[in-house]
């Protein structure tokens, strides 16, 4: 059996495709809208004794990306759950949060989350799995958006199938205090290899939170006789068995509430998740 093309939904939303040439042959180019608030250390007050408010700034973020690609390869898109990451470190940034952080990405895909971190944090390392060219494309992408990076930036390997990381990933792991994640289960296999991979990262000390934004993804199955999300179920089992069977950490998991300002131009669906978990190392 073929495997299947697929095609992010966001383009049937809003049309965030421009008519700027792309670099590779089959790429477009987008430009995804947001609203960037100043971070205000003291509030001013005008003559009346009246807050003053600076209104936020209309950005874009430009990106380089396929507009339809196989399964395997679905990095090289850009998906809805990167906006509502996105929201939620720039959120997390205009608290202080991310301040003198240093912030790990895994499976950035084209980098659009790993960018808006950079806005707030010391340090993002923006990592994704070494096919399709991927990180040269995020490093593309990263010079279209150098504006927004005054962070330290990297982008580094990283595969959820390998055990074995070289020093330089480990000792990137060791600094970040922050793991993001987004649109990263689509399929068991790797769903299992990504649980096994943030297990190791937040074992690894000093203590880590992870941000992992996931889309329900429902398919109506005959066993069922409903309409289920498969993956997402996976998932959840996978960090349960974690939680419960791990000798070696202490696992708090909360699914957050969706109640924070929304900055991206996006729809955010009822069946967008997000998740923080965080982990003591014994």
């Known amino acids: 059996m073929p495997e299947l093309t697929v095609t ?81 470190l720039i959120h997390l940034g205009l608290k202080g949060e991310l301040a003198n952080r240093s ?30 060219g991927i990180l040269e494309l995020i490093k593309l992408n990263a010079k279209y958006n150098k504006k927004f990076i005054k962070s330290q930036f990297k982008v580094m390997p990283l595969d959820f199938t390998e055990t074995a990381w070289s020093s330089s990933l480990l000792s990137e792991v060791k600094q970040a205090s922050i793991i993001i994640a987004a649109d990263v289960i689509y399929d068991d296999d790797i769903t299992a290899a990504f649980v096994s991979t943030i297990q190791k990262i937040l074992n690894t000390e000093p203590p880590k939170t992870l941000y992992m934004v996931l889309e329900k993804r429902y398919v109506f199955t005959i066993e069922h006789l409903d309409s289920v999300a498969p993956c997402y179920e996976t998932f959840l089992s996978l960090i349960d068995k974690v939680k419960t069977e791990n000798p070696h950490s202490t696992w708090k998991l909360e699914q957050l509430p969706l109640d924070f300002p929304k900055y991206f131009t996006y729809d955010r669906v009822k069946d967008l998740v997000l998740w923080k978990i965080s ?3 014994n």
């Open 8 to 88: 992010s939904e966001i383009y049937e939303e809003y049309d965030y495709r421009t008519k700027i040439s792309p670099s590779t042959e089959g790429n477009v180019i987008s430009e995804f809208p947001f609203l960037l608030p100043p971070i205000r250390s003291n509030a001013t007050f005008d003559d009346d004794d009246d807050l003053d408010i600076e209104r936020p700034q209309k950005e874009v973020i430009r990106i380089e990306h396929s507009s339809k690609t196989k399964i395997a390869l679905v990095g090289l898109q850009v998906w809805r759950g990167a906006f509502l990451l996105g929201d939620w």
């Open 103 to 132: 912030v790990l990405e895994l499976g950035a895909g084209t980098g659009l989350t790993s960018f808006v971190a950079a806005l707030y944090a010391k340090k993002v390392v923006c990592t994704d799995i070494d096919v399709g």
């Open 279 to 281: 982990s003591t190392p």
